[in-house]
């Protein structure tokens, strides 16, 4: 048996590539993550394209420069005053036209101003979206690289559980030989030992799953493994006040959603602006020069500088710019709503995931005891089927006693260590 027992780690270990992989922390693997998650990168992208929205071309001048060149043919036929015809056949005219023009708004209700102090607030929007992505990547990858510990310890489990099964079929094999047991007992020994086996290599299989999730989120080979050697160790127990007050100050979704509020105040100023005249400064150099040798005047040329002032103010616009008014007022008390609304969901979801904080700590405590005492116990079953003091159906169910605590421990501590991640989230405070 004890070869079976090898050939299924064996089988195990050609699946399971990078057994001499290099270690890695909770914080490697973060660092990683938010140096290759493509999302992460197409949220920094996004926030680049704000910042190279945000400049100071709305207050400056606009300068442009058109140039055109026109020769004609044609035939034409003058009469003059005093009845004398004249007709001119394939007549080429040259019209040749160049400028230069700036044009600058000096005053349009501050709509500039409005609009630089809109484009501002996206650029700080984008970098909280940018945050938001990275604290929910950091969370995300915590919760994933604490599941390993958990696959982990299972498969731990499985393995003491699998290497008792055996040490109970050979005491079994030796009982039958000496007459001390039947064929049915022994035959059932048999089966629960490949009934474990089959439970090891499904817990190898969960492992291997927990670590492609975590290598998805940090954009490495997927059939990397065993890199992960750690425990799961909760923090000093929250108060709930200090998390709630954390929520409301720190929280990166309501921040986003008091900047959406600025922006919608911002569009509500753009959209009075469009009541005010607009005033702009204009100035240039023209160049003109037209040949045409047929006519009276057979060259013309003109160049020079000019500028001045315009001024423009709506007096009615099939009532666009009220309606804009008014759809701006409206949005910005959906604003308000959607945050009131926010921070309301983020109270619920405060008081419920508390509630399995609490709870699960609780249960961390008696399962942990639970856990060493289905251990010891364990054992000395063991000792006291080898001496024949236990039957093995007995001893089996002390086998699933134990694997069930161990099972419950670890999904108690796993529940409060997610918990405990979720509440940093909510309270801002989730940083590598």
């Not at 500039?112 to 501002?120: D, E, G, N, Q």
């Not at 099964?165 to 050979?170: L, N, T």
């Not at 607009?278 to 500088?305: A, C, M, R």
């Not at 000019?306 to 409206?330: A, H, R, Y």
Request: hydrophobic share 40%.
């Amino acid at each position: 048996m004890k070869r079976t027992f090898l050939c299924i780690f064996s089988l195990l270990s050609a699946v399971v590539p990078g057994s001499a992989q290099k270690m890695m922390s909770l914080s490697d693997c973060i660092a990683q993550a938010l140096d290759a998650n493509y999302g992460i990168r197409i949220a920094v992208n996004n926030e680049e394209i704000n910042r190279n929205n945000r400049n100071y071309g709305v207050f400056m001048p606009s300068l442009s420069t058109n140039a055109s060149q026109r020769e004609s043919t044609v035939d034409s036929k003058r009469i003059d005053s005093n009845g004398a015809e004249s007709t001119f056949n394939n007549t080429v005219t040259d019209n040749l036209s160049a400028s230069v023009n700036l044009n600058w708004r000096i005053f349009d209700g501050l709509a500039m101003f409005t609009t630089h102090a809109r484009l501002k607030e996206i650029v700080s929007r984008g970098e909280l979206e940018t945050q938001l992505a990275v604290e929910n990547l950091i969370a995300q990858v915590s919760t994933g690289y604490y599941n390993i510990l958990v696959q982990t310890g299972l498969l731990k489990a499985a393995k003491q559980t699998l290497d008792l099964s055996e040490q109970r079929f050979e005491v079994a094999t030796q009982k039958y030989k000496i007459g001390n047991l039947s064929g049915l007992e022994l035959k059932q020994t048999k089966i629960d030992l490949n009934a474990d086996s089959s439970s090891l290599v499904e817990q190898q299989e969960a492992l291997r799953s927990a670590y492609i999730n975590l290598n998805t989120l940090m954009n490495i080979d997927l059939r990397t493994a065993d890199y992960v050697e750690d425990s799961i160790v909760l923090l000093p127990m929250f108060q709930y006040e200090d998390v709630q007050n954390g929520m409301i100050a720190n929280n990166t979704s309501l921040e986003i959603a008091r900047r959406d509020k600025k922006i919608s105040e911002l569009d509500l100023k753009l959209a009075r602006s469009a009541f005010f005249p607009t005033v702009d400064f204009e100035s240039g150099y023209s160049f003109s020069k037209s040949d045409s040798p047929q006519s009276i005047t057979t060259s013309s040329q003109s160049s020079g500088l000019f500028w001045g002032f315009s001024m423009s103010f709506p007096i009615f616009d099939k009532l666009e710019n009220s309606t804009k008014l008014k759809n701006s007022k409206v949005e910005l008390k959906n604003s308000e709503l959607n945050y009131q609304d926010l921070e309301l969901q983020m109270k619920s979801n405060l008081a419920q995931l508390y509630n399995s904080y609490e709870n699960s700590l609780l249960m961390v405590s008696f399962e942990s005891e639970s856990a060493e005492v289905a251990y010891e116990t364990l054992q000395a079953a063991m000792e006291r089927y080898r001496i024949g003091d236990l039957s093995g159906i007995e001893f089996r169910e002390f086998q699933r006693s134990y694997v069930s605590a161990i099972t419950r421990k670890l999904s108690a501590e796993f529940q409060a260590k997610t918990a405990e991640i979720s509440l940093m989230l909510l309270s801002g405070s989730l940083h590598m």
